[in-house]
């Protein structure tokens, strides 16, 4: 168990709605992390929170938000959703600002199927 | 962004034997990381080892930065073993995460 929650586990939505994903990051942690693993594209950074703000930025496409809340929990926004959204999306946290240096851990993921 | 490539892709071991899975990067970086994503889809930490030789039990990982190649060696595997190996590395200066395609291990008893 690394420490990191996300919930829910599973969903299963139709193309054009709206989901919000969560996660907790481990006790003391600062940084959030986001990541998309798909079959075609597999892993890939979408974003990166330190401390509440806005850190890092990757392959997140404009339909995709996500902020960090004052107690350190983070939620990714994902809406007008499409087939090829569907993937598991990891949550890490590290315990620093991240500056390509800390260890990350990851979180369980959430499957996101949409139909 | 930097290119992380693994090899090799696939990987299909007797119990007992010995394995050595390679990441390649391409260009300098200040945090690696090697990740086992086991059958359940869950992504455990390895090693962090942007330069240096460690060992954990029976997994042990080298690499050599200034040569842009990592190494993690599984002795002795186990069926539990079996999973997708995944690299990733971190630039100097940037917080993105890069992460390689994967090894996808099978130890068969």
């Known amino acids: 168990d690394s420490g990191v929650t996300q919930t829910p586990k599973h969903l299963i939505t139709a193309t054009g709605q709206r989901v919000t994903l969560r996660c907790s990051p481990r006790?003391?942690?600062?940084?959030v992390y986001w990541y998309q693993q798909s079959l075609d594209q597999g892993l890939q950074f979408l974003i990166q929170?330190?401390?509440?703000?806005?850190?890092a930025k990757g392959n997140i496409l404009e339909r995709f938000s996500a902020q960090q809340f004052p107690d350190l929990h983070s939620e990714l926004n994902l809406s007008s959703l499409e087939l090829g959204d569907s993937a598991l999306y990891f949550c890490?946290?590290?315990?620093?600002?991240?500056?390509?240096?800390?260890?990350?851990?990851f979180g369980p993921g959430t499957r996101l199927t949409v139909l | 962004g930097i290119q992380v490539e693994q090899s090799p892709p696939d990987l299909i071991l007797q119990e007992g034997a010995n394995s050595t899975l390679r990441c390649n990067f391409s260009d300098s970086v200040n945090n690696l990381q090697w990740f086992h994503q086991n059958p359940w889809g869950q992504l455990i930490n390895l090693f962090y080892i942007p330069s240096g030789t460690k060992q954990n039990g029976r997994l042990s990982a080298t690499t050599v930065a200034t040569e842009r190649y990592s190494l993690l060696y599984i002795s002795s595997s186990q069926t539990t073993d079996s999973g997708v190996y995944f690299c990733?590395?971190?630039?100097?200066?940037?917080?993105?995460?890069?992460f390689g395609t994967g090894t996808s291990l099978t130890v068969i008893p």
């Open positions: 990733a590395v971190g630039a100097w200066g940037g917080n993105q995460f890069y």
């Open positions: 006790s003391g942690d600062l940084s």
């Open positions: 890490a946290s590290s315990p620093g600002g991240g500056r390509g240096t800390d260890t990350q851990y």
């Open positions: 929170y330190y401390n509440g703000e806005e850190r």
